[in-house]
């Protein structure tokens, strides 16, 4: 069997990539680390104290009592563990991959659920995507990007894509054909289906892929560590390397304490929005609005 | 006005759809069309005209294109061959742009399972069609809360549609359509997805609608009874193919050919038949100024034991019955008069089902009188002929 050197195929071409355009992945790696660096700065420069009281408002917000005293307890412990600034510097990595993969993922699922073409071109690109094991991708992204943040959100980004693109297009394949045929028959454009019908209705499902976005993305994270990306990466990555298992745990224990705040925040925004607070109180006003209105019209009658 | 010519729809196919639609013209049919080309053909050549304000029942069973066909009439589904004419205006030629102006400014359409948004209130889907128009918000909003009113749910407004029944989503799909404000009105099934009572209500509803309102609605239909209850016309449809063109009462009295049979015999023609489609002529008719001798002689010829009196302009004034006749003639009066009248009668207006009139015949010396508006006699309903019409025997007139 003759040896196709397949690999060494990939290396010539990332090469090729890297002396044709070197300013594009400057001008990439300069605007991610300002992004990064802004968020990250933002979640660290007041005392821990404030933020841990937002998130546990937000907490309250979305999903009621029980998530919120979750929060503020196992926030309280990240910084008694004195991994706070690890645990935000994570936590501003994975806002800015999540928010890029879906920014880029929704898009391709609209796409791909509109043209069956797309949809076929892009169920192979995203199998490979997934299962590629997720060390390899940061081989390329240390190469284009060097050692750092930006390898990391990279690496995270392209890791993090697939269930967006694929749950938005299964959203929108899944909405009810009556009523975007009804849509059609009132003479909508396109662009207005999607916007007013498509999209609403496939809420639920974007969410939910928002939400397997941003938990792959928090899974990479820790992976990218290996790249330097800081965070709690590099203190678990530094656990293993020297067998620390002190360290080790509580370093993982940061990461499962972001990883349950973050799933049960975006699950509640997508499937149960009516158990949080806010909607709570949103009910309590709208009755009294409604009230408020129809009394106003009935004076004049 | 909608005016079809030859429509035709295949599907599926690619360059078979012209053989296809040359086989299907051959008479070969539509399971034979399929073997031979793998395309089906759903519509083939049906032509009608639906008149402007007119209720007009598309009726088949399932597969019969039913579907297909109220869809080709604004072009959710491009027709193969054959024309359509909304006011003259012919459809296929329409740009994308146009079409969808068409579909928003002059008809509208209300659909089996409601098709609304349920991520909008009742208001909001009542006024989705004015908001593609681009209607500001006020102006909208007046109108769905007109639109509403009129389908009796002007109190849900704000309610969303997954808190509603059947009956009250398919209120809101029709407030939707009323609310758009277009002339044109199509509707695919719609109430068969409710339960007969809500159907029956839901009928009633669009009776009253559309006696308003006048529309031009196209009104699909697997239902024969609800086709006859709601139709001015009725086209009846099999296997893509029209098999009759006509109102109820002409199908149920001459069926175009052994499946229309079939089919309207177990309709219930008690509410499908009505006065007007079974009155006779009355045999004997007199005026006040007869002789009362030769009424009398009238009477006896036409074996009955009354007659109905009527004015000049033929209103009716009364019953002279016999025995009276009889002793006028006997005292010589030269004519009836008006004293010896007799309220011995009952009336039905025409457009009355047999249904609501079957209590009142034979109860009388003469058969049940039809009158019109204006009390003018159009005819009467002999006992004979109800029970002639209700056992399907052709009625000689």
């Known amino acids: 069997m003759p040896r196709i050197e397949l690999g060494e195929y990939v290396d010539r071409f990332i090469s090729w990539l890297l002396r044709t355009i070197p300013g594009v992945f400057d001008v990439i790696s300069a605007v991610m680390t300002v992004l990064v660096e802004t968020i990250t700065s933002a979640l660290i420069a007041p005392p821990f104290v404030v933020w841990v009281l937002v998130l546990t408002l937000a907490a309250l917000l979305a999903r009621g009592i029980g998530f919120g005293v979750f929060t503020l307890l196992a926030f309280l412990l990240v910084a008694s563990l004195d991994l706070w600034e690890e645990t935000m510097d994570t936590l501003g990595l994975v806002i800015v991959a999540a928010a890029i993969a879906a920014a880029v993922g929704v898009p391709l699922g609209i796409w791909a659920a509109r043209n069956r073409g797309a949809s076929v071109v892009l169920r192979p690109v995203l199998d490979f995507m997934q299962t590629t094991p997720v060390f390899v991708y940061l081989i390329p992204a240390v190469f284009f990007f060097g050692i750092g943040v930006v390898p990391g959100v990279v690496a995270t980004t392209i890791f993090s894509i697939p269930p967006a693109v694929r749950l938005t297009e299964l959203g929108i394949r899944g909405v009810d054909p009556e009523v975007v045929e009804a849509a059609h028959a009132f003479g909508a454009h396109p662009r207005q289906i999607l916007r007013e019908v498509q999209l609403p209705m496939a809420l639920p499902s974007i969410m939910a892929g928002i939400n397997q976005v941003i938990m792959l993305a928090l899974s990479m994270v820790v992976v990218a560590g290996l790249a330097g990306a800081g965070g709690l990466g590099t203190v678990v990555v530094g656990a293993v390397t020297q067998l620390d298992v002190a360290a080790g745990f509580e370093g993982g224990l940061a990461v499962v304490i972001l990883a349950i705040f973050l799933d049960r925040l975006t699950a509640a925004l997508a499937d149960q929005p009516e158990r949080g607070l806010w909607h709570r109180l949103q009910r309590r006003r709208a009755p009294r609005a409604e009230r408020a209105t129809s009394e106003a019209t009935a004076v004049p009658a | ?397």
């Open chain 2, 1 to 397: 006005m909608i005016e079809c010519r030859d429509l035709s729809k295949v599907f599926g196919g690619g360059p078979a759809v012209a053989e296809a639609l040359a086989l299907a013209r051959d008479g070969i049919d539509r399971a034979d069309v399929q073997r031979r080309t793998g395309a089906t053909v759903a519509v083939h050549d049906v032509s009608f005209t639906v008149e402007p304000g007119e209720l007009f029942v598309v009726m088949g069973l399932s597969g019969s294109g039913k579907s297909t066909l109220v869809r080709l009439l604004n072009r959710l589904i491009e027709p193969s061959g054959g024309s359509i004419r909304i006011d003259g205006r012919e459809l296929s030629g329409l740009g994308d742009a146009e079409l969808r102006a068409l579909r928003n400014r002059r008809m509208s359409m209300v659909f089996q399972h409601f098709a609304l948004l349920p991520h909008r209130t009742v208001q909001q889907n009542a006024e989705y069609g004015l908001q593609i128009r681009g209607v500001p918000e006020r102006e909208r909003q007046e109108r769905a809360r007109w639109a509403l009113e009129q389908v009796g749910l002007a109190d849900r407004a704000g309610a969303r549609p997954d808190e509603l029944s059947g009956g009250m989503k398919q209120r809101v799909g029709l407030a939707r359509a009323l609310a758009s404000d277009t002339d044109v009105l199509l509707m695919d099934e719609p109430f068969s997805a409710l339960d007969p009572l809500i159907r029956r209500d839901m009928q009633a509803l669009l009776i009253r609608l559309q006696k308003e309102l006048r529309k031009t609605i196209v009104f699909i239909t697997h239902d024969l009874n609800e086709a006859m209850r709601l139709g001015d016309r009725i086209l009846l449809l099999r296997d893509g193919r029209l098999v009759q063109l006509g109102t109820g009462p002409e199908i149920l009295a001459a069926p175009a050919n052994d499946y229309v049979a079939d089919f309207v015999s177990d309709v219930d023609r008690t509410r499908v038949l009505t006065a007007e489609d079974v009155l006779r002529e009355p045999r004997v008719v007199a005026r006040p100024a007869d002789r009362p001798a030769d009424v009398l002689r009238r009477l006896g010829g036409a074996e009955a034991n009354g007659a109905y009196v009527v004015d000049d302009e033929c209103r009716l004034l009364g019953v002279i019955r016999d025995d009276w006749l009889a002793h006028a003639a006997s005292t010589g009066r030269a004519e009836i008069g008006t004293e010896g009248l007799v309220a011995d009668f009952a009336t039905t207006e025409p457009d009355r089902p047999l249904i609501d009139i079957v209590g009142r015949l034979g109860r009388h010396v003469v058969p049940l009188a039809v009158v019109d508006r204006e009390g003018r006699l159009l005819g009467v309903v002999p006992r004979a002929a109800v029970l002639a019409a209700l056992a399907a025997v052709p009625t000689g007139s």
